[in-house]
């Protein structure tokens, strides 16, 4: 699916724009937290933001988190072959490790690695996922090159009493469960719950021991988890507030490998949340929080390794209403990395201090947004970074924006102390970006976004000819490109979506100028149609994928795909409802990392309820 292929795929994105039936919803009330670390209108932001309901997910029934996000605008994602697996996500084309990942506002992921395990979340305990796209290193710190994700676990409200839960099995020996109970009574408020499942699973990589997982073990890999959360919060009055948040996923996946072959997992987060506004202009906010990420590595049930992250956040915000319109943000993140496991580092620990301002305001028709942010780390010293947009309405509900900002991303543990290869000279990778939109609410919310994306001191790992040893060094380049469209409609009964991109991820690096970054697809495009009567419902996705390169030469195709899922619901009674999911209806063989599979034609079946 080369240019040919993206030529059509652009125009069916903008018939699929133009054709959404009439009146939009009330989505464009929504609020959005996460581009601006305040609440906003998703119509006052300047960002690029995709928000997800509980009422979505519920709806697309998707098996796990990769799954819900692909095919949204600005995301590729690679899964090394099935449920549980290393998955990464790709947000405009940036790495993986450039994306910061929120959960109830506690950054999340591996200081080793620089990722977070998105594989491990389970949707069952999601309220709520905000997608920011763009640099957010002036708000946020390292980590927001592409941009944010921020995920809100499920919350009780108001004044009822009450739980739900669900049953599903399927595919793969698969089978699972979760149950929530929540509470309020208009001061306080909880919501806890539990989730499990099980899957036998397929075999995740061709046997190959000259690339992929560099194994010949045709053997089903299965992967198990259990997860439980609580959210619980009470309002002392009108200006003071707690909240606990706390969730942890154990999993135990099993893959193919040389050296190891199963991992048991651990992602934990912990925070305590206190807001208190002194008076009516000043609104104050205190965190403190820990998270941690976990594994103990097996080859064939005998132990060989573990690596443990455990990080403590700390996060004070001030927020003052100058104008009425006008909005002026101070604050302090502090961040404390510590490591420990079977490897042996340098350094095991270290911490940064971010300081941070933010200016809204409107002048007129305009809408503008500044921002500032040094960070001190223990160990590459101060960075700065600093972001501009500006918003202004045109002529029949259009709104145009513009912005500028500058991100970057701090080495990891493995990049700086990793034994015998660490590099500790190395400094932040750095991106600039530049970009310009247009979006309005005629037949339906509709968004189209150009953005450009210099980024440079990128890290990669080299091979010293000489010793064999291998280590990383600021060397690459790259640019990234793209454009992005989205539309969303809903009218009586019919919920349509339609969402396009086009990215060109170009490696501007020595001795691979002009290549495309691995694992990104060109162009990618998804179209969501449900229809629902309040008794039954019918829906299905049409997921289409094209063309990328598992390595930098470019020398090895995975070739573009298109999958469609169809769902269906029915409600037995008012507090019961049986849902079913086709995936993958065609069975499409393909792969988004080289010998990596991923899942045939496959069956869900749900029982529901929901009172």
């Not at 948040?245 to 949340?273: F, I, M, P, V």
């Not at 490897?343 to 940064?352: C, F, T, V």
Request: net charge negative; charged share 20%.
């Amino acid at each position: 699916m080369r240019s040919s292929g993206f030529t059509s795929l652009f125009s069916f994105s903008l018939l699929a724009l133009a054709v959404s039936p009439v009146q939009a919803t009330d989505a464009v009330e929504h609020m959005v937290i996460t581009a601006n670390r305040t609440a906003q209108t998703v119509n006052d932001t300047l960002a690029p933001v995709t928000i997800i309901e509980r009422a979505d997910i519920e709806r697309l029934q998707p098996a796990n988190l990769p799954e819900l996000l692909r095919g949204l605008p600005g995301i590729n994602i690679s899964n090394n072959g099935g449920a549980g697996k290393q998955t990464s996500l790709f947000l405009r084309g940036s790495n993986s490790s450039h994306l910061l990942v929120l959960i109830d506002g506690v950054k999340v992921g591996s200081a080793t690695l620089g990722t977070a395990a998105l594989q491990n979340i389970p949707v069952h305990q999601i309220e709520r996922i905000e997608i920011v796209r763009g640099p957010r290193s002036a708000l946020y710190g390292s980590e927001a090159i592409g941009g944010v994700i921020q995920i809100f676990t499920r919350r009780g409200d108001g004044e009822v009493f009450g739980g739900d839960g669900a049953l599903w099995g399927g595919s793969f020996g698969t089978f699972g469960g979760s149950a929530n109970l929540r509470a309020g009574n208009g001061q306080g408020w909880f919501n806890a719950g539990v989730s499990s499942e099980q899957t036998d699973g397929y075999n995740a990589c061709d046997p190959n021991v000259g690339a992929g997982c560099y194994a010949d073990e045709p053997d089903k890999d299965g992967n198990r988890y259990v997860s439980g959360q609580l959210r619980a919060g009470y309002h002392f009055s009108d200006r003071a507030s707690l909240e606990l948040n706390a969730l942890r996923t154990d999993s135990d996946t099993d893959y193919d490998g040389t050296y190891t072959n199963e991992s048991k997992t651990r992602e934990q987060t912990l925070s305590l949340l206190g807001r208190y506004a002194p008076n009516a202009r000043w609104d104050s906010s205190l965190l403190l929080a820990e998270s941690r990420d976990e594994s103990d590595n097996y080859l064939n049930g005998t132990y060989g390794s573990s690596t443990n992250t455990k990080r403590y956040l700390m996060s004070w915000q001030n927020d003052w209403h100058l104008r009425e319109q006008d909005l002026l943000t101070l604050g302090v993140d502090w961040q404390d990395d510590r490591i420990s496991g079977s490897a042996s580092y340098a350094e095991s620990s270290r911490h940064n201090l971010g300081i941070f301002s933010q200016y809204l305001l409107t002048l007129g028709v305009h809408d503008l947004q500044l921002a500032l942010r040094n960070d001190d780390n223990q160990q590459y010293g101060d960075h700065n970074t600093g972001s501009i947009a500006w918003g202004a309405p045109l002529a029949d509900g259009l709104r145009v924006t513009a912005s500028y900002g500058t991100a970057f991303k701090a080495p990891t543990f493995n990049d700086l102390y990793y034994p015998y290869s660490g590099n500790p000279a190395l400094h932040p990778e750095e991106s600039k970006t530049v970009e310009v939109g247009l979006r309005g609410d005629q037949v339906a919310l509709w968004s189209v976004n150009l953005y450009q994306t210099d980024a440079d001191q990128l890290i990669d790992w080299l091979r010293d000819d000489s010793t064999g040893m291998w280590a990383p060094a600021n060397i690459s380049e790259a640019r990234m490109r793209g454009i992005e469209l989205a539309a969303t409609h809903r009218i009586d009964r019919w919920t349509l979506g339609a969402w396009g991109t086009w990215l060109n991820a170009e490696n501007r690096s020595s001795g691979y100028f002009g290549k495309q970054l691995p694992r990104r697809a060109e162009q990618s495009a998804r179209f969501d149609v449900d229809y629902g009567t309040g008794l039954w419902s019918l829906g299905a996705s049409w997921l289409l994928e094209g063309e990328r390169f598992d390595d930098q030469g470019n020398s090895i195709s995975l070739p573009g795909y298109g999958l469609v899922d169809l769902r269906g619901s029915y409600d037995l009674s008012a507090a019961w409802q049986l849902q079913l999911k086709l995936g993958n209806l065609f069975d499409q063989q393909y792969q988004t990392a080289a010998w990596y599979n991923q899942a045939e034609r496959n069956a869900t079946l749900t029982i529901r309820y929901q009172p």
